[in-house]
């Protein structure tokens, strides 16, 4: 079982809900703490009350937006000097941090504090309460992907009267936190925190429980959620991440016994008040991000577009799951964070925003008297502190912007809570493991992704042997749903979808994947099967050659991957008698299959794009369409859009063409063998060499229009780029299969080339052109693809690390960049790997391409693409894979009168590139996570496996790595590094370095130092985890690099 911890709720303001009740009048309150705390704590007291006095004066009292939430919690003002303050939302406590007017004194309410705190000390021995009830447990710590041993978050379940066993628990929790005993890894990060739970009585947990009956939710998620609590009878007072807890009480509680289920997560505001509080500018709505190495830390975009919003822990989040729209209400800046606007460090958002060595620092100090709350042992306490000292001095520049960095490099970063869920984004179903309670009425399902929860689940939805045999399914992967999470449980409730099989399993794994990311991998039904042509083989109706352009004549080819089967693009290349060309692109002409408003186009436009996994592709429209009808085949009549330029061989645009037209590709090249065509301008191909091809076009004519493709791209290419585009390459894992098992037997870097330049090149000319000609004609309906500039903050944070680091780097545009890039950096066999983790910085800071619909965004200049640097860009090249495309296919048939008007909204065009933008980022996750189950399989079946890596992180504790040989990025952890004696980390400006100094393995000889700083070389073994499908990278000594 793990060890008790503190709570963790120390970030947010006193809650203060309908649902409690009075104290008794103020006269007792003074009563007991003149009896209680008299002399030294009084003092102490009185201290700490003259220096909040004086931090008010400074302008921080409440602010407007606590008073408008106090106004909210229908609360008479003559009574809310009555109420109990309930601080299990709030580690610190400051005037500032309380809901209240301007009448109410701060000394009134800190006593009142006090002294419900304080009163009735025996009262816990009486009740029973034991420490688990009062403590929340760490969640057990387990392996990330990355290898990061993650911890849990704690939430405070405390009971009342708990003021007497509060100091003794602090000194238990941070003993406890120095031990592992989780059986699912061997350390966590700790930090004590100190409970700060107001204290009631026995009769007024009986009205809090009457008010609850009486008061509805305020959001339609707490009213289900709720209804599934009431009926499932499970243990809510458990802290999300911790065993069941033992004593009586507890027992009692779970039987549906008397005592009061406390409220962990504050209810959601009503609608309207979110509209309001939206409109007038007092919550922020967002999409909000967990960061998957440290879960408690979370992220939702800032408007202002200068540095993310951060919200600590489970109960800021307020039930929300990553990717979910929400709504946040920002804290008091006392709550905000002091944090390091650090480049070069991990994290979702603001790299490693928190200040991890601060803690360690701190956290072993002797505590004040209880009396100062918010002097407890809390790493967010002395973040909140650390402000309040900077603005009681004279830095007023820090109030007026607080995102500007300090002389120390610190900045202040907003922190939020969640009020509010707009749009539920996450799939809500999760892969993991059952694990069973003894004397529960439920199992405990615990996701591998740990920015999820654990999960209830009714033994009568599990396996009918689970309760009597539960080792047999300690490696079976489960999908399990989630169906409720009420507001005073720390467990969501779900039902187990699916059994997978074995964890460590390929297809089992696969399907777990394609499940959480919310993939639709299900068989079309007949309703949409029925949309497809019935006669078969499909010919093309003789009505419809009438109204397209034939060039089932013209050299057209298609250069795709060798397992390519979904081929949606084709060239043609000719030579004019004035020297020029003749270009074409032709696209496959999947709008004329699937037309607007039936099923198929409804299961199109929700699947929104293909899913390409290492061993399968999820196809996006049914394979008929796919494969055969809409794939440019060769020796096979084919329905495309084709655009058509006349072209000088500089690659001056002299015209250009649109229209529907029929092809006949004459050859189905891959990228090998138009690489071997441009590698070997004067070699005479044999049919052998190639695939088979048609007879009216002689290799010679195919292997000349490939070269001349080759020549005219490359003068396109470089005037993009002089004209100032950015591409950013990163490494890229490719594998080869068994055919018979489809299991890994080797895997290499994937090599980008010219023939994959070449059809790059014309595929951009194709959608550039492509989106000027809808937006001309529709203005208001264009669906184009725009590409917001880098986070200007993260940029400045990155030059300056680049100055420190002496790399010459020119970050003021795109094209800046791409030149930067590009400059040796260095002249030696390691070249090519700076130049990688370079990118992979820069990259950092860069935003995602989104689809959206030109009448929803009124500013043109927000059209803009900034690494095509173009002002106007969209995709119509791949319409068998992206349902973007297919609306693009419909605009521009429209617009040329031979397709019907396109029957969407504004709004519904938008709607839909929204959808799209989100379908794109899930499938580009379930690729990388393909790639690395297999990556995994083959470590585990074939290491372990040496390489050189080159360091392209640098943390306080534990440094990123690119491994050279497989082109995978892995974290490596000091602490868990054999033969290191010790380390140290230091910091100058933004360059974060790491001396790690190694056990002689001479006793007799002095202890190495190694220096661990970005480019540093280093060698790493890549061994597999004991987990199914992890490894970790192993840092070997020094000595063995130098052997």
């Known amino acids: ?171 238990k929790s941070k003993d406890s936190n120095r031990e592992v005993t989780s059986k699912e890894a061997d350390s966590f990060v700790g930090h004590p925190q100190s409970p700060k739970k107001a204290s009631t009585s026995g009769q007024e947990q009986e009205k809090m429980k009457k008010l609850k009956k009486k008061n509805l939710p305020k959001h339609p998620e707490e009213e289900k959620s709720r209804e599934g609590t009431s009926k499932s009878g499970f243990d809510s007072q458990m802290s999300p991440y911790a065993s069941s807890a033992n004593s009586p009480a507890e027992k009692s509680k779970n039987k549906g016994g008397r005592g009061s289920k406390k409220q962990v997560f504050e209810s959601y505001m009503a609608f309207e008040e979110v509209s309001h509080g939206l409109k007038r500018g007092e919550l922020i709505q967002g999409q909000l991000r967990i960061n998957p190495k440290k879960y408690h830390e979370a992220f939702v975009p800032s408007p202002d577009d200068i540095r993310d919003i951060f919200l600590d822990g489970i109960v800021a989040r307020n039930r929300a799951l990553n990717g979910d729209i929400v709504v946040v209400q920002i804290l008091p800046r006392e709550q905000w964070k002091v944090v390091r606007s650090d480049t070069d460090c991990d994290g979702t958002s603001e790299s490693e925003s ?224 004035d020297g020029n060309f003749e270009v074409g692109v032709h696209i496959a002409d999947v709008s004329y299959f699937v037309g607007e408003d039936n099923a198929l186009d409804a299961i199109a436009s929700q699947r929104a794009t293909s899913v390409y996994m290492v061993q399968k592709v999820i196809p996006m429209l049914p394979r008929l369409l796919c494969e055969e009808l809409c794939s440019l085949n060769p020796l096979t009549d084919r329905l495309t859009f084709s655009v058509i330029w006349k072209i000088t061989p500089e690659g001056k645009i002299l015209s250009e063409w649109f229209g529907r037209s029929v092809i006949r590709s004459c050859v189905k090249l891959s990228y090998d063998h138009a690489q071997s065509m441009i590698e070997a301008p004067e070699k005479m ?199 973007a495309d297919i609306i693009v296919h419909r605009l521009l048939a429209s617009s040329l009168n031979c397709g019907p008007n396109l029957g969407l909204s504004t709004e519904e065009v938008q709607k839909q590139a929204s959808h799209c933008n989100d379908k794109k980022t899930l499938s580009k996750r379930v690729q990388e996570l393909s790639s690395e189950l297999f990556f995994g399989v083959f470590v585990k079946d074939c290491g372990p496996l040496d390489s050189e890596a080159m360091v392209m992180g640098v943390l306080d504790q534990s440094f990123d790595v690119l491994v050279l040989r497989y082109g995978v990025q892995k974290r490596i952890y000091c602490k868990s590094v054999a033969g290191l004696e010790s380390f140290h980390h230091r910091k100058v400006g933004k360059k974060s370095e790491l001396t790690l100094v190694w056990t002689p393995e001479d006793p007799e000889k002095a202890s190495e130092e190694q220096v661990i700083s970005i480019f540093t070389l280093v060698e790493v073994q890549l061994k597999a985890d004991g987990a199914p499908m992890k490894y970790s990278a192993v840092l070997k000594r020094p000595e063995e690099n130098k052997s």
């Open 1 to 171: 079982m793990d060890p008790p911890l503190p709570p963790k709720n120390r970030n947010r303001e006193p809650k203060r809900s309908q649902n409690q009740s009075s104290t008794p009048p103020q006269k007792d309150a003074y009563a007991r703490l003149l009896s209680q705390h008299c002399s030294s704590k009084f003092s102490l007291y009185l201290e700490q009350y003259a220096k909040d006095t004086a931090f008010q004066r400074e302008g921080n009292g409440p602010t407007t937006l606590l008073k408008v939430q106090s106004d909210r919690q229908n609360i008479p003002q003559r009574k809310r000097d009555q109420v109990p303050n309930d601080f299990s939302d709030s580690s610190d406590f400051s005037p500032s941090s309380m809901k209240s007017k301007g009448e109410e004194s701060s000394l009134s309410l800190y006593m009142e504090k006090l002294s419900t705190r304080s009163a009735q000390p025996d009262c816990e021995r009486k009740q029973g309460v034991s420490d688990r009830q009062r403590w929340g447990q760490r969640r057990d710590t387990a392996t990330s992907h990355d290898g990061d041993v993650e911890s849990g978050e704690e939430l405070s379940t405390l009971k009342p009267n708990d003021s007497r066993k509060h100091q003794k628990q602090q000194k």
């Open 354 to 577: 928190l200040k991890e060595n601060m803690v360690q620092k701190k956290t072993a100090r002797t505590p004040r008297p209880d009396v100062t709350v918010e002097d407890q042992h809390s790493d967010q306490d002395e973040l909140i502190r650390k402000v309040q000292n900077t603005t009681l001095t004279d830095t007023e520049e820090l109030l007026e912007d607080p995102s500007t960095p300090q002389p120390n490099g610190e900045i202040l970063q907003k922190t939020a809570k969640v009020v509010y869920i707009v749009e539920k984004k996450h799939s809500r179903a999760v892969t993991g493991f059952l694990k069973f309670l003894p004397d529960k009425p439920f199992a405990m399902f615990s996701p591998v992704d740990h920015r999820v929860p654990r999960i209830n689940v009714f033994l009568a939805d599990c396996p009918e042997d689970f309760s009597s045999r539960p080792g047999d399914y300690s490696n079976t992967l489960f999908i399990c749903r989630i169906t409720s999470w009420a507001a005073d449980s720390n467990f969501a409730e779900g039902q187990l979808a699916k059994t997978l099989g074995q964890a460590g399993e390929i297809e089992p794994e696969t399907e777990g994947i394609l499940i959480e990311y919310d993939v639709d991998f299900s068989e079309f039904s007949d309703e949409v099967l029925d949309c497809l042509p019935k006669n078969l083989p499909w010919t093309i109706p003789p009505e419809e050659m009438r109204k397209r352009r034939d060039l089932r004549k013209e050299c057209i080819f298609t250069i795709d991957p060798s397992t390519a089967r979904d081929l949606d693009d084709a060239l043609s290349c000719k030579q004019l008698p």
């Open 685 to 883: 191909f044999s049919a052998e060499e190639l695939p088979p091809a048609d007879p009216e076009h002689p290799i010679d004519e195919i292997h000349q229009a490939v070269l001349n493709l080759h020549s005219i791209a490359k003068n396109l290419r470089a005037q993009r780029f002089s004209g100032g585009a950015l591409r950013l390459d990163q490494l890229k894992l490719s594998f080869t299969l068994d055919k018979e098992t489809m299991m890994p037997q080797g895997c290499y870097v994937y090599q980008y080339r010219d023939s994959n330049k070449l059809v790059e090149e014309f595929m951009l000319l194709a959608n550039i052109a492509t989106a000027h000609h809808i937006y001309s004609r529709f203005p208001e309906l264009a669906l184009l693809r725009r590409h917001p500039p880098p986070k200007t903050k993260m940029v400045d944070e990155l030059q300056e690390l680049c100055d420190q680091l002496g790399i010459d780097i020119d970050l003021s545009s795109a094209g800046a960049l791409h030149k930067s890039l590009n400059t040796t950096l260095g002249d030696d066999e390691y070249t090519t790997a700076r130049k990688e983790v370079l990118t992979h910085m820069c990259s950092r800071p860069m935003q995602m391409a989104l689809y959206f619909c030109t009448g929803a965004l009124k500013d043109a200049q927000l059209f803009k693409h900034y690494a095509l640097n173009v002002p106007l860009y969209t995709h119509f090249t791949s319409p068998i894979r992206r349902y």
